[in-house]
C-alpha cells in the first residue's frame, strides 16, 4: 500500500489488487451476471445492514418519546410531535445535507486511498455545523411565537415551544454526530455505529421511563431522556475514532481543517439544500394541517403516519448511504462501471423492500396507531390515510437511493433545482389545491403532495442517473480528490 504522510505530498495514487474498492473492471465486465449482482449485493449490504439497524435505533428514540408522550394526552403527543417533527426536523434536514458533503469527499478520498484526508475533512465539518447550529438556534427559541404565526392552536403551540428548549442539547449533537457516522461509514466501519446506537437506544428506554413515570417530568422528562441518549452516540463515536481505531484516517486535530474552509461551506451548503428541501416538504405538510377544523386530531393523525413512514423510511436512508459510499469509492477508484452497478442494484433490491413494507400497511391499515396512541379517533383517522402512507413509503424506497447516487458522484447543487422545482413550485401547490380548494383535506394535500412532488422528482432522478456517462464522472471524481486534498501543512 502506498506511503501516506501527514501533508500527503508522498501519496502513491496507483490502486494495488487487494484494496477493497479496486478490481479489473475487465475482468468484472467478463464475470457472469449473477456472480456480479452476488458480490456487489455483499459490498451494499456489508454497509447496508448496520446502517438499516443504526437507524431504526436512532428513529426509535424518537418513537418511544413519542409513545411515552402520547400516553399522557392529545396535546402533549402533539406538543412533542410537532417539537420534534417540524422544530428539531426542520433543522435536522439542513445539518444532516450539510454533513453529507462527508460523503462525497471522504467516500471518493477513501476509494482514492487519500485517507488522511478523511479526518480532516471531518473536522472541517464540525466546524461548519457547530456553527451553523448557532445560526439556526432562534427557531428553537421563538417556537412558540413562530407556530402560532403558523397557524397552530395556542394549547399545542406553547406545549411545543417548551419542549422545543429543551431540546436544544440534542440539536447541538447533531454537529458532532452525523460528520462522526459519514467519516466512518465512509471507510466501511459501520458495525461500530450499529453497536453505540443499540446501546444509546437502550439507554434511551430507560431514561424515558424513569423521567417521564418515575420522577414525574411530563413531557419535558421526554425531551431530557432524548437528549442524553443522542450524546451517547456522540460520546460513543468519538471515542472509537480518537482512541486507535482508525488510525490511517484520524491522526489527531489539525490545523489543516481551518484551511479551505469557505469552498468547504459552500459543498455542504449545496447538500444542505439538497436533502433540507426533501425533508421540509414533509415537515410543511404536518403545519398546514393545523389550519383545518379539528387540528389537534388532524396532527396526532398525520404525526403517527409519519412516524411510521420516517420509522420505515431508515431502510431506504440506509441504502442512500450506502450507495453514497459505493458510488463514490467506485468514482474515487476510477471505475465508472462499477459505479453504475451498484446503482442499479441498490435501487432494484430498495424498491423490492419497499413494496414488501406497503404491503404490510395496507395488511395493518387499521391497527398501525396502536404503537402510538389508545384514542379510537385518532386510530380511525390514520386508517384513512393507510393508502397514501403505503404509496409513500413506495415511492421512498426508490428516491432516497437516487439521492445517494447523487451525493457519492457530487451532483448535489443540481438535485437541489430538482427538489426545489418538484417539491415547492408543483407539489405544494397541488397539495394546496385539492385540500383546500377541492375540500379533500389532509388526504389532498398529502396525496397532492406525493404526487405531485416525489413521483415527479423520483421520475426526473432516474432520467438524470440513466443519461449520466459514468467514465466522465470517474474522471471529475479524480480531479476532485486532488482539488480537496490540497491542504496547507500542519502548523507545527
Not at 162 to 179: C, D, K, Y
Not at 369 to 388: H, K, M, P, R, Y
Not at 459 to 466: D, N, R, Y
Request: net charge neutral; with cysteine; proline share 3%.
Amino acid at each position: 500500500m502506498g506511503t501516506i504522510s501527514r501533508n500527503g505530498d508522498d501519496l502513491h495514487d496507483t490502486l494495488l489488487p487487494d484494496d477493497p474498492v479496486n478490481h479489473d473492471v475487465g475482468q468484472e465486465n467478463q464475470d457472469p451476471l449473477a456472480s456480479r449482482v452476488w458480490t456487489e449485493t455483499k459490498k451494499l449490504w456489508e454497509i447496508v445492514g448496520p446502517a438499516i439497524f443504526s437507524r431504526v435505533a436512532t428513529f426509535s428514540m424518537n418513537i418511544i418519546t413519542q409513545a411515552f408522550a402520547g400516553h399522557l394526552g392529545d396535546v402533549e403527543l402533539a406538543a412533542i410531535s410537532i417539537a420534534n417533527t417540524v422544530i428539531v426536523g426542520f433543522n435536522f434536514g439542513l445539518l444532516l445535507g450539510m454533513a453529507s458533503a462527508l460523503e462525497t469527499l471522504c467516500g471518493q478520498a477513501f476509494g482514492a486511498k487519500r485517507y488522511h484526508m478523511l479526518g480532516i475533512y471531518m473536522q472541517r465539518s464540525w466546524i461548519v455545523l457547530f456553527f451553523c447550529c448557532f445560526l439556526l438556534l432562534p427557531f428553537y427559541v421563538f417556537a412558540a411565537p413562530l407556530l402560532k404565526f403558523l397557524g397552530q392552536p395556542d394549547d399545542v403551540a406553547e406545549q411545543s415551544g417548551l419542549v422545543a428548549l429543551w431540546l436544544i442539547p440534542l440539536h447541538f449533537s447533531f454537529a458532532f454526530q452525523f460528520p462522526l457516522q459519514r467519516f466512518l461509514q465512509s471507510q466501511l466501519k459501520n458495525q461500530v455505529i450499529a453497536w453505540i446506537s443499540l446501546a444509546s437506544l437502550g439507554v434511551n428506554v430507560l431514561t424515558s421511563w424513569l423521567l417521564v413515570y418515575v420522577l414525574d417530568f411530563g413531557v419535558i422528562g421526554a425531551a431530557i431522556a432524548l437528549d442524553i441518549s443522542w450524546w451517547v452516540i456522540v460520546i460513543g463515536l468519538f471515542i472509537y475514532t480518537s482512541c486507535g481505531w482508525c488510525p490511517s484516517t484520524w491522526t489527531g486535530f489539525s490545523a489543516q481543517a481551518f484551511c479551505g474552509l469557505w469552498e468547504f461551506v459552500k459543498l455542504s451548503a449545496a447538500s444542505g439544500v439538497m436533502l433540507c428541501l426533501e425533508n421540509w416538504y414533509y415537515r410543511i405538510l404536518i403545519l398546514m394541517t393545523g389550519y383545518f377544523k379539528n387540528a389537534t386530531l388532524a396532527v396526532d393523525a398525520l404525526s403517527v403516519c409519519m412516524s411510521i413512514n420516517g420509522w420505515e423510511i431508515m431502510i431506504p436512508l440506509a441504502f442512500f448511504a450506502a450507495t453514497g459510499v459505493r458510488v463514490s469509492n467506485e468514482l474515487g477508484a476510477g471505475n465508472g462501471k462499477g459505479a453504475k452497478f451498484a446503482t442499479i442494484v441498490s435501487v432494484v433490491q430498495s424498491s423490492i423492500v419497499g413494496l414488501i413494507f406497503c404491503v404490510i400497511i395496507m395488511s395493518l391499515h387499521n391497527k398501525i396507531a396502536l404503537i402510538f396512541t389508545s384514542s379510537s379517533s385518532v386510530i380511525q383517522e390514520v386508517d384513512n390515510l393507510a393508502l397514501l402512507l403505503a404509496i409513500t413509503i413506495l415511492l421512498n424506497s426508490v428516491q432516497p437511493v437516487l439521492s445517494g447516487v447523487a451525493v457519492g458522484a457530487g451532483w448535489q447543487a443540481l438535485v437541489a433545482y430538482v427538489n426545489l422545482g418538484c417539491y415547492y413550485i408543483i407539489g405544494l401547490p397541488l397539495g394546496f389545491l385539492i385540500g383546500w380548494v377541492f375540500k379533500l383535506g389532509v388526504k389532498g394535500i398529502w396525496g397532492g403532495m406525493i404526487f405531485g412532488g416525489t413521483a415527479v422528482q423520483t421520475v426526473i432522478l432516474v432520467i438524470i442517473t440513466m443519461r449520466s456517462d459514468w467514465d466522465k464522472e470517474a474522471e471529475k471524481a479524480r480531479i476532485n480528490v486532488n482539488k480537496w486534498s490540497q491542504s496547507k501543512p500542519d502548523v507545527q
